[in-house]
């Protein structure tokens, strides 16, 4: 029999989601033992980020409605998509979150006494959680931003980054454009936060939460910071050609298929510019220019997801609009209906559901917190 051979069982195993794995854990002990152990965690993680780099699904995502402080999970698969409530863990009160990762959130609940000295790692497959408590620093006591960083084919552990910076105390105008920021950096491995660089100064306007991890590197809108050298660095930018008639635009961070990705939303002309990061970080090609003068209805971008290198043709936009969720087809130059929100308890006519800094791609994984 296949359960009594171990290794044919592992080896079939691994080739299941982590929900279906959870499940199976109450088939009997030995499974229980096998499936929660570590060595099996980081090698089905392992596996499964393989699998996920050809997979033709479409990804399953997490938003955050807009008007309220609950999310919605939109759930992808062979026979469709399906949209339901996504309820965190019972442990957590009013959770809110901060960051992802390939499977893992960074979280922050609201409730607690000192809700920006306590953020909370969180495994949406199995629902552990760790609460990890942040420095204090007398200097750089306002977070500004926490990003997560996870990625199971370098390491089975995950990082933390913290932006800190001081508390704004100079009424000049000068001083009132910049902070003053400083790195820490949290390891799993060690349990421990370090200060990581030079202190730096940065925009106001600059924002450090939602920062997509690319090459050893957090990127947010304009600049990056090296985790290897702990430096930050500048990207360069974006170019608009020259016939084209933009206006203003919203830029939009996106990593996809192993690659850094820039989209450019212009609403007053209806169109978004999809710009790829060369990986020597010496320019932003510009891949696409798609026109969306045809919809009605005011639009926002949620992601992008690139095809792979064999068929790059495949890539998409995933749109938002008051009451709906839309695939942009690049090959085929259309617009294909996703998800539809009319009916739902949440929707108004007129208004967006979700934004677009809110939404978060949901990755099934057994790795540990």
Not at 122 to 136: D, F, G, H, R
Not at 218 to 238: K, M
């Amino acid at each position: 029999m296949v359960t009594d051979n171990e290794d044919l069982l592992i080896e079939i195993l691994l080739w299941l989601p982590a929900k279906s794995l959870i499940r199976f854990k109450l088939v009997s002990k030995k499974w229980f033992n096998l499936i929660s152990s570590h060595h099996f965690s980081e090698q089905h993680t392992l596996q499964q980020r393989h699998r996920r780099r050809h997979s033709k699904l479409r990804p399953s995502l997490l938003l955050h409605l807009a008007e309220a402080s609950s999310y919605l999970y939109l759930h992808s698969s062979p026979n469709g998509e399906n949209l339901v409530p996504y309820a965190f863990s019972s442990a957590l009160a009013s959770p809110t979150i901060r960051s992802f990762s390939n499977g893992l959130f960074l979280l922050q609940c609201r409730n607690v006494e000192s809700p920006f000295e306590v953020c909370r790692v969180y495994n949406p497959a199995t629902k552990q959680s760790k609460k990890i408590l942040l420095n204090v620093d007398r200097m750089y006591r306002s977070v500004l931003g926490l990003n997560l960083v996870f990625d199971p084919l370098k390491s089975p552990h995950y990082k933390i980054v913290c932006i800190k910076s001081t508390p704004r105390r100079s009424f000049s105008l000068c001083r009132s454009w910049w902070r003053r920021c400083q790195i820490e950096v949290y390891e799993s491995e060690t349990s421990t936060w370090k200060v990581c660089g030079e202190p730096f100064l940065a925009p106001r306007e600059l924002l450090f939460d939602h920062g997509i991890e690319w090459k050893d590197c957090i990127h947010w809108c304009g600049v990056f910071f090296d985790l290897q050298e702990c430096n930050i660095g500048q990207h360069p930018e974006i170019v608009v050609p020259g016939d084209a008639e933009t206006g203003g635009f919203l830029q939009k961070y996106v990593e996809s298929n192993g690659f850094l990705h820039n989209v450019a939303h212009f609403p007053t002309k209806k169109s978004v510019m999809v710009f790829e990061l060369q990986r020597d970080y010496s320019e932003w090609s510009l891949k696409y220019h798609i026109n969306l003068g045809g919809a009605l209805a005011p639009l926002s971008v949620l992601s992008y997801i690139r095809g792979d290198s064999e068929k790059e043709e495949d890539s998409k936009l995933v749109l938002h609009e008051p009451g709906k969720i839309k695939f942009y087809a690049l090959q085929e130059n259309c617009v294909k209906g996703l998800v539809d929100f009319e009916g739902k308890e949440f929707y108004k006519e007129g208004q967006a559901q979700s934004t677009v800094n809110r939404s978060f791609q949901v990755i099934e994984t057994l790795a540990s917190v």
